[in-house]
């Protein structure tokens, strides 16, 4: 099974190629979505038998390279495209084809009726695909083909319903934006792998690996490498300040916020970092740095979360947030607690935007949480499933979120520094109560929502999957129980990716000593507070507005700045933007353009024209003239000879 | 009597002259056009004139091709005279100065 490992990125590329190409002949729906999720579905049980084979393997022996073919080969460069199976690339591979192939089977009912039916499964494919090659690649250029193929399908999708409005511009901009934004990070990316081509003199992962933690190489080299792969990471997983593409990114199909911007790809920055986890090791200063980015992007982007009403921005929002997380825990040195939470999110995120999505499908594509109110009693499948998922990330045991969020904040605390987990509980009590202000105004309360909107349940393809991610979100954490509770065994999870970080772990100065006593205390402290949290909301948000409505207008400069997402698209317009797009106009356009290069041009053209004006009389047109002309050579011509002998 | 070398060159010279001049000055086609004919003449006798005079005969060879030639180039020449007045009704070839800027 783990030598057939390039089925899981041939058969989505094949998807891709037949819904391509014959998608849009097709008429029959059946037919396209059967395809495009079978080639998933397929790649699943790929995935899913070379993870057992490895299993079954001894720890140490856990890895294998499965080379394809000779992709570049130029003098000291020796690129192949060749694929690593080993721990990190096979739990990335199960979320990717797994939570995937749940998606397209919903895709199956979400986008009944479209008339892009073939064309959205064949960018869905062409998106595993991609995502595929970047978990998979055994170096870093390999990898940077999936960067860039993710980031194109994330383009594709965004835009998927180009005809139609969004906000105050059109789908088409928000994925422009998304594009854009991206290619600041992927610069910074690139400029990783050359530095790191630069200095290990190879861009395979084991050769790099080996090279970093055995050769002498200045500090200031690994910084930089880490800081610019880091600033990859800040574009494609949305961290400050490179995140304002994300909520743009909901004006796609529910389905692409749920795989791509929710589930799968934002979460590759997590992974790369993880990957390179022996870099960051060598680099402590950056380490901090990704830490406090994370932290910072956790509360941010919660607390602009408290207050949207788009159903989807929310969870967008909330998407940011939670990359936050993985960051803050990548960044104290926590690389499987990132993992364990890339894991759990992308089950009950997913679970979310699905859920939402089923709402949105249920009451014709009314997305503003201000109207809705008491769907409970018309969608009990989906109510029942997007309470799971709320109670997931909100963090109540036994539920995934819990484990994963619990490890990450025990993780920071552990670390030595309060701050972070100081950030982190106030940020998982934010989480708590704008996830269940989400919940209690679609769910609960009054009917907001007028007489012509008559909410129905989704079809079975549609719940069916939201019941399967429920399961994963409510179990999914027990792979990954702390070791208080699960004694000698320890983490199971941690267990698994241990061989991957351990040659990062063995640098990093880890976990000073801590009770188990300190960690129950912390966590019943987070528990409570959550729990609190939640009936916080539940109270105003069901029983009681007022509290609410006076805290805002009591605080009516704050409620602005986060309802207006604290001006941050403003601040770019005006500091960016703006200035690139009059420096354009003005400079580049109507100076350099029009006055030098036209000038140029047009003057050299304006002078040959004069001169040839002044010439072009000779030619009269009279015959005589030429005679005389020729003649008057002639005798010349005679003389000179005549003369000169 | 022996005609010596310089009376044919002479007269040759001066048959050209007076062909250079008709086709300056003349302001009809077909009189520029025989004015032509009359330069070409002329080198023809000096090439039969210095053929003889060297006792050489591929001068006087040379001569029928020219002939030849410029039969040729008579047929064609009256040819474009006359698809000319056709065109413009005139044959005064300061009419006809289309070929300018």
Not at chain 1, 559 to 581: G, R
Not at chain 1, 632 to 641: K, T
Request: aromatic residues 14%; neutral net charge; hydrophobic residues 55%.
């Amino acid at each position: 099974m783990v030598q057939l490992i390039y089925l899981t990125t041939l058969l989505p590329l094949l998807g891709f190629l037949f819904n391509g190409l014959f998608g849009s002949k097709i008429k029959n729906e059946k037919i396209i979505g059967i395809i495009g999720s079978s080639t998933i579905g397929i790649s699943f049980l790929i995935v899913v038998g070379a993870f057992f084979q490895t299993l079954s393997m001894p720890v140490d022996q856990r890895q294998t390279i499965v080379n394809l073919f000779t992709w570049i080969k130029v003098g000291n460069l020796d690129v192949n495209v060749s694929y690593q199976v080993d721990q990190l690339s096979l739990l990335m591979g199960l979320i990717v084809t797994g939570v995937g192939f749940i998606i397209h089977v919903y895709s199956i009912g979400y986008m009944h009726g479209d008339k892009g039916f073939g064309r959205f499964f064949a960018y869905l494919n062409l998106f595993i695909f991609a995502m595929m090659n970047l978990v998979l690649g055994s170096n870093f250029l390999l990898l940077f083909l999936g960067w860039e193929g993710v980031g194109l399908c994330s383009y594709l999708l965004i835009g998927f319903w180009y005809d139609r409005k969004f906000e105050k511009s059109t789908t088409s901009d928000a994925a422009k934006k998304a594009f854009i934004v991206n290619r600041i990070g992927d610069f910074g990316f690139l400029l990783g792998i050359f530095l790191i081509y630069l200095t290990f003199g190879s861009l395979n992962f084991n050769d790099v690996f080996a090279r970093a933690a055995s050769l002498n190489i200045p500090q200031y080299v690994f910084n930089f490498i880490a800081l610019f792969l880091f600033i990859g990471a800040m574009g494609k997983s949305a961290q400050i300040p490179l995140y304002i593409w994300l909520p743009d990114a909901m004006a796609g199909p529910t389905p692409v916020s749920a795989l791509i911007h929710a589930a799968t790809m934002v979460t590759a920055g997590v992974y790369m970092v993880a990957r390179c986890s022996i870099i960051y090791a060598s680099a402590p200063a950056i380490m901090e740095f990704v830490a406090i980015i994370g932290a910072l992007t956790a509360i941010f982007a919660a607390s602009i979360a408290l207050v949207q009403n788009d159903i989807k921005k929310v969870l967008a929002y909330s998407t940011v947030s939670q990359l936050g997380y993985m960051f803050l825990a990548l960044g104290v040195g926590a690389f499987s607690a990132a993992l364990f939470h890339v894991m759990t999110h992308a089950f009950f995120k997913a679970l979310l935007f699905l859920g939402a999505g089923s709402v949105i499908h249920g009451m014709h594509d009314e997305q503003n949480i201000q109207n809705y109110g008491g769907l409970k009693k018309y969608m009990p499948k989906t109510y029942v499933t997007f309470l799971i998922a709320s109670l997931a990330i909100a963090g109540i045991p036994p539920l995934s979120g819990f484990f994963s969020k619990d490890e990450i904040l025990w993780s920071s605390y552990a670390d030595g520094n309060i701050i972070y987990w100081l950030i982190g509980v106030v940020t998982a009590l934010l989480t708590a109560f704008y996830m269940f202000r989400l919940v209690s105004l679609t769910f609960d309360g009054k009917e907001r929502f007028g007489h012509d909107k008559h909410p129905h349940e989704s079809p079975a393809v549609m719940t069916i999957p939201l019941i399967i991610l429920a399961v994963l979100a409510a179990v999914g954490g027990f792979i990954g129980i702390p070791e208080i509770f699960s004694g000698e065994h320890g983490n199971q999870f941690d267990n698994w990716l241990e061989p991957i970080f351990q040659p990062a772990q063995a640098k990093i100065a880890m976990f000073g000593v801590h009770s188990s006593l300190e960690e129950i205390v912390l966590m019943v402290v987070t528990l409570v507070g959550v729990i609190g949290s939640i009936y916080a909301a539940r109270y105003i948000y069901i029983k009681n507005i007022k509290p609410a409505e006076k805290l805002s207008k009591r605080f009516n400069g704050v409620y602005n700045l986060l309802l207006n997402k604290y001006y941050v698209d403003e601040i770019y317009d005006a500091s960016v933007v703006t200035p690139i797009v009059k420096g354009s106009e003005i400079v580049l356009w109507k100076f350099a353009d029009i006055k030098i290069i036209d000038g140029l041009i047009n003057g050299v053209a304006n002078l040959i024209e004069k001169i040839s004006g002044s010439i072009r009389k000779i030619q009269t047109g009279v015959a005589q003239f030429y005679a005389l002309i020729m003649m008057l050579g002639i005798v010349a011509a005679l003389f000179w000879i005549i003369l000169s002998l | 009597m022996n005609i010596p070398i310089e009376y044919y060159l002479i007269l040759s010279g001066f048959m050209f002259l007076v062909g250079v001049a008709g086709v300056l000055t003349r302001r009809n086609a077909i009189i520029v056009f025989m004015s032509i004919e009359l330069m070409l003449n002329s080198a023809n006798l000096s090439l039969v004139t210095f053929s003889s005079y060297m006792g050489n005969s591929t001068g006087q060879l040379f001569v029928f091709f020219v002939m030849t030639v410029a039969a040729a180039e008579a047929a064609v020449g009256l040819a474009i005279i006359l698809a000319m007045f056709r065109n413009k009704l005139t044959l005064n070839i300061d009419d006809i100065n289309i070929l300018k800027w």
